[in-house]
């Protein structure tokens, strides 16, 4: 469990999936489960030890134009509206609103005055 201001989750979003799965599983020793989203899709739980340390999401091939294969980090925000309502007046920008992802929380994305790309999850309890 995680605190207001500390890193809450990494994400791999990646074209190959497959191919970067196994890497990791050869190079560091990480596991996988598969987990089913809402829309259908998988969503790849990295696990060391047992433990959950990240996600691995595959992009559809029709995302393939919008953005290159990256790690995003999210980071745990008590009260997501609050912050949210600072973000233009601090130089930010809100990328994408905030939207509820289920067993996760209400997650938004933004982008801080430097032009590095972060989300903000208010986790469920």
Known sequence: MTSHGEFNWNELQTHHA???????????????RAEKMPSGGTYWIGLSGGKPVCGVLALKASEESRTDDRWVTYVHIDDLDDAISRIRDSGGQVLKTPWVVPGVGRVAWIRDPGGAEIGWVTPEN
């Open 18 to 32: 497959e191919e970067v799965i196994e890497f990791y599983r050869e190079t560091i020793g990480w596991q996988f």
